[in-house]
């Protein structure tokens, strides 16, 4: 069993930045590839981002590339998303998600085997 709690989350300015953090219980943090998702108010859960296991790899949805970076911290059981030149249409509650195999580009949410309570980050213009 994993807990994952996000936090983080705020309200800023477009064209700013935030650090998202998610925290997980458990001693095999590294034993699992981690995503990010968000929703937004009225919209579908969209991915984010992943990172592999080790750290070594990511991936990024094409709306955030650039602007976003996903990392972790295995030692510390916590994976961080960098959001810098931040939009309006950033605006979401954001996820982190565990999976227990490592991940090489996009998964479906449903293939995730535990998610955090979500944090609010809004943008304003």
């Known amino acids: 069993q994993v807990q994952l709690v996000e936090s983080g989350g705020g309200l800023v300015q477009a064209g700013g930045s935030l650090r998202l953090s998610c925290a997980a219980s458990?001693?095999?943090?590294?034993?699992?590839?981690m995503g990010w998702f968000r929703r937004a108010p009225g919209k579908e859960r969209e991915f984010v981002a992943t990172?592999?296991?080790?750290?070594?790899?990511?991936y990024y949805a094409s709306s955030v590339k650039g602007r976003f970076t996903v990392s972790r911290d295995n030692a510390r059981n916590t994976v961080y998303l960098q959001m810098n030149s931040l939009k309006p249409e950033d605006t979401a509650v954001y996820y982190c998600?565990?999976?227990?195999?490592?991940?090489?580009?996009?998964?479906?949410?449903?293939?995730?085997?535990?998610w955090g309570q979500g944090t609010q980050v809004t943008v304003s213009s």
């Open positions: 458990g001693r095999t943090f590294s034993s699992y590839a």
């Open positions: 998600a565990a999976k227990n195999a490592d991940i090489y580009g996009y998964i479906p949410a449903r293939e995730y085997n535990y």
């Open positions: 990172i592999t296991r080790s750290g070594g790899s990511t």
